[in-house]
Structures are given as C-alpha cells and as structure tokens.
C-alpha cells in the first residue's frame, strides 16, 4: 500500500503570494492532519480534516485555511505569504475506524516551503 | 490547553547502551493518549511506541519501552542496545482520546548514536 504523499516536495515563493499544497492519504485513510515545522515553533497543529469537514484546528490565523475532497485528498492554502511561513509542513493520516485515537497517524515527507 | 515539554535538547550515546529520554506534559484530560514519534535526518517521521493513558502497564515495542507515570506526567523514553540508526530527532506528543486526530508535541530531543 502507498504511503502517504505530498506534493510538492519544495516550493519557493514570494512574499504576499498565495500557495496550495496537497495531500493524498493511504488509500483508506478518512482522516488527514496537517502540522507546520520550524526551528523556532517546532511542530504545530494546523488542522485536522475528516469526511470532507474540518475537525481541529489550531491557532494559526485565518491566512491558512484547507479543504478535504470526497476521496480523502486534502490541500492547505496559505495566502498573503509572510517570511515567518517558511516551514516543513507535513501531513499525516489515519484510518479513523471509529474511535479516535486508537489508530496510528502515518505522516507523509513534507513539503519544505520558502518564502523569499 | 495541553503543554509538552521535553527538557533535554540534545543527548549522546554509544552504540549498544541505553538512553533515556524524558518528557513531562501538563493537562486536565483524563483520557488521552501519548506518543514517541522519530525524525531522522531524513525527516519522516515515524511512530515508535504508543500509551494509552488508562492502561497502567507501560508499553513496549522490542528495544523501545516507556515509564509512563500519570500521576506525575510524565512520559520518558528508554532505548535499549542503542543502534547508529537510532540517531534521529525524538518527539512526545500528547493527544485528546476521542476528538480527532491532533498532536501536541513538545520541542524534541536529539539523539545522536556514536559507534
């Protein structure tokens, strides 16, 4: 079974441009969690999607923002980049049987943006 | 909101000891779960060892064992026969049981294995 995938791997930008960056689950997966990585902040919840509908969220301002699609794929968008946006940001996902939390998370390799 | 802290930035050992990494947290959930995921250079980041927080006996995953004690919050990682694979970033995270799928992780831990 693939794993879970991201694209792109690197993404260079501009301040004040907008980015959407895209996740695709294991085949199976109904719930897909975004996390952004930085030296400073470490790893941060962004969001958790799960049959189309936000779930969590996490205290990021509303410039991030992402969607679910009905096969499981999500995307985040950043818009009005800043310098500080600069990250990892990794997606993981999860089968979500039934009760949350008793299955595992598989997280993907990341999309490694800069912002210029 | 929950807190993670992991007070060792970065550790050392040689090839076949054991290490011990700590991790406290703070919460006022009762049930939850928490997590020692590994980010090697690579930067995947794979899952090592889970607990649950209402079961009392602490996990194992081969030379992967936790000291879980919930009373004090605290969370600490053992590694036994430390292997130069082992080298990596280490992360507890703590999650609610039954509201979706979202970590709280704490700032990490290097570890480095010298042969």
């Known amino acids: 079974k693939a794993g879970v995938t991201q694209t792109p791997r690197y993404l260079i930008k501009t301040r004040g441009q907008q980015v959407t960056l895209s996740c695709s689950p294991i085949?199976?997966?109904?719930?897909v969690s975004w996390y952004q990585q930085t030296p400073g902040q470490g790893l941060q919840f962004l969001f958790e999607?799960?049959?189309?509908?936000?779930?969590n969220k996490g205290n990021f301002p509303g410039r991030f923002s992402g969607r679910q699609f009905s096969n499981s794929r999500s995307e985040m968008n950043v818009s009005t980049l800043e310098l500080g946006d600069s990250a990892l940001y990794l997606c993981?996902?999860?089968?979500?049987?039934?009760?949350?939390?008793?299955?595992?998370?598989?997280f993907g390799p990341g999309t490694r943006l800069t912002v210029l | 909101a929950q807190t993670v802290t992991q007070s060792q930035p970065e550790m050392s050992v040689q090839e076949a000891e054991t290490v011990t990494l700590s991790c406290t947290y703070d919460?006022?959930?009762?049930?939850?779960?928490l997590f020692w995921y590994k980010q090697p250079p690579s930067r995947q980041m794979i899952l090592v060892i889970r607990?649950?927080?209402?079961?009392?006996q602490n996990a194992t995953e081969n030379r992967f064992s936790v000291n879980f004690q919930k009373a004090a919050k605290s969370f600490s990682l053992k590694i036994s026969d430390s292997q130069l694979g082992d080298t990596a970033m280490y992360f507890c995270?703590?999650?609610?049981?039954?509201?979706?799928?979202?970590?709280?992780f704490g700032k990490g831990t290097s570890l480095l294995v010298t042969p």
């Open positions: 993981a996902s999860s089968p979500d049987s039934g009760t949350s939390g008793t299955d595992t998370q598989y």
């Open positions: 085949s199976g997966h109904r719930s």
């Open positions: 999607y799960f049959s189309e509908t936000q779930r």
């Open positions: 919460t006022s959930e009762n049930n939850y779960y």
């Open positions: 607990q649950e927080a209402y079961k009392q």
């Open positions: 995270a703590f999650m609610k049981r039954g509201s979706g799928y979202a970590l709280n």
